[in-house]
């Protein structure tokens, strides 16, 4: 992202530049020491073109050969002395870069300790890196061609002065567009550099969360907005690539135009006694001299001094706001007056004309308590989840995860029922969620309190590889849940999340996460102890939705009863479940749970998303359902 000045205007390229000369004035006797070796490398382009007309006017066309081959040889020479002066200049531009880089880490370095700035490493091994090999190939390309454009330039006066007539104008022209492009091309670059960034970000995001965008039917939202920032950096990129078309231009005007201009103007150079020798030498220094210095300084500064700008903008800025404070533990905590999750007035369909799987639902859960949602399959209770994920968009009404729109990951973590567990070690897995480092004793500390300690041992340890295939669905449900219990979202989101574990596992787990210091746990509840485990409940049922504690629901729910199977004064033992739920249900099956089924001994119940259905035998709890 663009990062700006305290007083909120974007620091340009000027800043970058002043800060550059302060920094070369601090170093004159480097710089000049660079000046005395870059004049000996000059000598290599000076003496080319030079020796090459001397060659041909007094020696190769006036009979003398051995005057002819002298000059060449001369020219070798230069060619030595150039190569050696070259070597020599290496050392003043490390006594430059070598200077920047430690400034640039020294000043890196105490930012990041003071503000516990994640990105230090990256700053370090990376953006630092980028400055330091950037202002080193701007050092060199700059420097290359003011001494070869000085040396050439003075060979040619040298020669005849009406040859700078010729070759001057469209050089100066040339270089002129090229500066005015300087500062545009470098706005452009850094605009392309930031959408391409964001774009990395979406993309990861997204990759990372794939089964619970399609769960939650995200996927036209993730769409569109993936969709915009793909459009951002189309826009930015062309707009980068009208201004190195400019760019392209300006080498051509400066490096191409002054050798057709020579040519074109030989007859008119002859009749001003320039001889064939010289202009053959003129031919030299521009093809073989400054031509090549051109391109070098267009790419160069174009390329490295652009990156340079946009690096450091980016590392001598001003420190970002900081972090929210943390509790105990590292998890971050919604402020005790505002509710950890609020839900106002909020309607959801699956379709312009479907009817509302949620509608009008006011709900708020204060920081740090436990929620469970229980209620008949197929009701809404997976789209609730996903609502407060933020990866639905309510046709009405709004979500709030600790006062926040629900979009950022950092404030919730939802764990689905079809847990997602990827190839590499079960370490890389378990911190996925954290930009921090994890510890052992943190993995360890996570997995004996989601009680996957036998898992972690079975596997060969926190180091081990991990093949997905490999694990059952119950222990890629405890990975999953040891994953999210080390991030550091202070709202999680259990959508069905243990449902193949065992009633133990899954008690044990829910405990983990209500004791996670700073931590709400809401639970997408498929079994009666879950409810019973939290603090309140919401029991969803259409119009007659209820939240309350267990006691309260056990006296005004009938539904919340049926699903406990707890009788009640409105519910005698032996009376039929309610309501019926045959007439909505395309497999004619009941799914409420309650006494008074009818059938048989083998009475088939839906368990989970409507259409999975196992017999009582088979339920995950291993026992018949209350005898039926």
Known sequence: MPERRRGGGRDDGGGVARRGLRFLRRRRAVVAWLAVWSVVEAAHTFGLGYALARALDSGFLAGRAGVGLGWLGAAAGAVV????????????????????????????????????????????????????????????VSRSFVFTAAGALTGLFLLSPALLVVVVPPLALGLGLFLATLRPLARRQEAFLIADEAVARSFGEVSAGLRDITAGGAERRVREGTGALVDAE????????????????????????????????TPWLLDRSVTPGALVGALAYLTQSLLPALQNLVHGLGGSGSRLAVVLRRLTAGPPPAPAARPTGGHPAAAPTTPAVELRGVTFAYGEHADPVVDGLDLAVPAGSHLAVVGPSGVGKSTLAGLMAGLLVPRSGEVRIGGRPP???????????????????????????????????????????????????????????????????????????????LSPAPVALLDEATCHLDPAAEARAERAFARRPGTTLIVIAHRAASARRADRVLVMDGPRTRCGDHRELLAASPLYRDLTGAPGPRTPAHAPSHPPRSPRDPDRVDAVAGPGLPGDRRQVVAHGPVGKVQTPGDLPDGGALRGE
């Open 81 to 140: 002395v150039g190569a050696y002066g070259t070597g020599r200049t290496y050392g003043g531009v490390a006594g430059l870069v070598e200077p920047l880089r430690d400034g640039l880490v020294r000043r890196v370095v105490p930012a990041a300790l003071r503000d516990a700035d994640g990105a230090a490493v990256s700053r370090l091994t990376h953006q630092v890196e980028i400055a330091r090999d950037a202002f080193a190939g701007l050092v060199m």
């Open 234 to 265: 189309r826009r930015a990129s062309a707009a980068l690539a009208r201004w190195s078309v400019v760019r392209v231009v300006a080498l051509a005007v400066a490096g191409q135009v002054p050798v057709v201009l020579l040519l074109a103007a």
């Open 407 to 485: 979009g950022d990951p950092a404030g919730r973590v939802l764990i689905p029922q079809e847990a997602y567990v990827f190839s590499g070690t079960l370490g890389d897995n378990l911190r996925y969620l954290r930009a921090d480092p994890v510890t052992e004793r943190e993995l360890t500390e996570a997995a004996e309190a989601l009680g996957m300690s036998g898992l972690v041992a079975r596997l060969g340890g926190f180091g081990a590889r991990l093949a997905p295939d490999a694990l059952s669905a119950g222990e890629r449900q405890q990975i999953a849940l040891a994953r999210a219990y």
